[in-house]
């Protein structure tokens, strides 16, 4: 995880571990899949899963900002010619950091459920801003 990954596997109590540790950074998630979404609710981990959940939709609303900012800068940088863009290059990377240039911040959440129960409907109005929904039938 030092190195940074592309992907991670973990439960929602083994991310919130790694955090705690300092060995995970949720701000820059950008894309999070919830298997068994309405067992863990219907089990009892909807305080952890919104502990993961919270942070990573935080770190993604941040991204966006300072992707709307760094896009400001940038035409203001135009203008400047060469010296602009230059001076630009300089300030980008303390701007935002590097795991986050370019990011648009765009947060993308799937929930794997067998079934739609009301406490899976919450969790998709409360991180999904525009949720599509696909339905299977049979096994």
């Not at 900002?65 to 630009?88: N, P």
């Not at 799937?110 to 129960?117: G, K, N, R, Y």
Request: hydrophobic share 45%; aromatic share 6%; glycine share 10%.
């Amino acid at each position: 995880l030092e190195r940074g990954v592309d992907l991670l596997v973990a439960t929602p109590l083994r991310m919130l571990e790694l955090a705690k540790r300092k060995k995970l950074y949720f701000g820059d998630i950008r894309h999070v899949v919830v298997d068994e979404a309405d067992t863990m609710l219907s089990q009892g981990f909807e305080e952890e899963l919104k502990g993961v959940l919270n942070p990573i939709k935080k770190g993604a609303a941040r991204a966006a900002e300072l992707h709307v900012e760094y896009l400001k800068l940038l035409e203001k940088a135009k203008e400047g010619g060469e010296e602009g863009l230059r001076m630009l290059e300089e300030v980008k990377g303390k701007m935002l950091g590097p795991f986050t240039q370019g990011d648009d911040g765009v947060l993308q959440v799937t929930l794997v459920a067998a079934t739609m129960a009301r406490p899976v409907q919450a969790l998709v109005s409360e991180y999904a801003s525009a949720p599509r929904y696909i339905r299977t039938v049979g096994a």
